[in-house]
């Protein structure tokens, strides 16, 4: 919010205060005047409140464009990075949206690329004996023959909820191409393990939150991220508008307590949040 909306906003607000202190005074000398007084007050709060309203909204919805403008912008540009002013002031409204942190290094380690186009990926063996009947939604997807680059997705050899929605929301990413993936292999497998990530689509509003899971694609194919059939259908990735063109983004959520799935980032979902 802007320091003029702040001040507009503050200003009625204060100026309400003083209205119903000064109320208050004549009551213990004119009651009729007191109430009239109050009735002019409770008017001009009502009328000055939806015109604040009205223009904290205005302001808003401009400085959301412009965000979701400078988005679609760099998704449209080449796979990579941006520079590090823009990076930082994206992450920053970015964060503002979604009402938790979202940052392209943590702990000092990023991906290869947080821009970049995201290919479609098959459904991931959970457990020894899965098959593709026992996932319940888009099985037109196909199931991988393998298990993914981090082993069966149950705890103590059970199926749980959690292990679920791992694997309905999940993310490849392209780990082996990392510079000191070969020469700190054990430590940073381990680390990116189920690393909780943000995909977010600028073309359509829309942002989902999943883990990774998987490694790849390969360079060949020549896009950066693989998203689980959930997150490819329920992020639209590959609409009109966008193309597979994405941005990918670590969560910072020490204390799990992001859910995985989709996100309405539009304007008309933030207010109403």
């Known amino acids: 919010m802007s320091n003029k909306k702040t001040k507009t906003l503050k200003d009625g607000s204060q100026q309400l205060v003083a209205g119903l202190a000064v109320a208050g005074q004549m009551a213990m000398v004119n009651p009729q005047i007191a109430n009239e007084l109050l009735v002019d007050k409770a008017v001009y709060a009502k009328n000055s409140q939806k015109e604040n309203n009205d223009l904290a909204l205005d302001l808003s919805a401009t400085e959301y464009q412009e965000i979701i403008a400078k988005l679609n912008s760099c998704v449209n540009g080449p796979a990579g990075h941006l520079e590090t002013e823009s990076q930082l002031y ?37 457990y020894p004996g899965d098959t593709l009947d026992q996932h319940d939604a888009y099985q037109e997807a196909g199931i991988a023959s393998k298990r993914g680059a981090f082993s069966w997705f149950t705890e103590a050899g059970e199926l749980t909820e959690e292990a679920i929605l791992k694997e309905k929301y999940y993310f490849a990413v392209q780990l082996m191409y990392l510079p000191n993936w070969n020469q700190d292999y054990p430590e940073l497998k381990s680390w990116y393990k189920y690393r909780k990530m943000i995909m977010i689509n600028p073309s359509e509003q829309v942002a ?18 693989g998203g689980s059939p959930e997150i490819i259908r329920e992020g639209r990735v590959w609409s009109n508008n966008s193309r597979g063109r994405v941005i990918l983004l670590f969560v910072d959520d020490p204390d799990d307590e992001i859910p995985l799935g989709p996100i309405d980032i539009s304007f008309a979902a933030r207010i109403s949040a």
């Open 90 to 126: 994206l992450e920053q409204q970015l964060s503002l949206i979604l009402g938790f942190d979202v940052r392209n290094e943590i702990e000092g380690k990023k991906l290869n690329h947080s821009i970049g186009i995201m290919g479609a990926e098959q459904h991931l063996l959970r």
């Open 208 to 225: 989902v939150v999943g883990v990774i899971a998987d490694a790849g694609p390969a360079a060949w194919v020549q896009k950066q991220f």
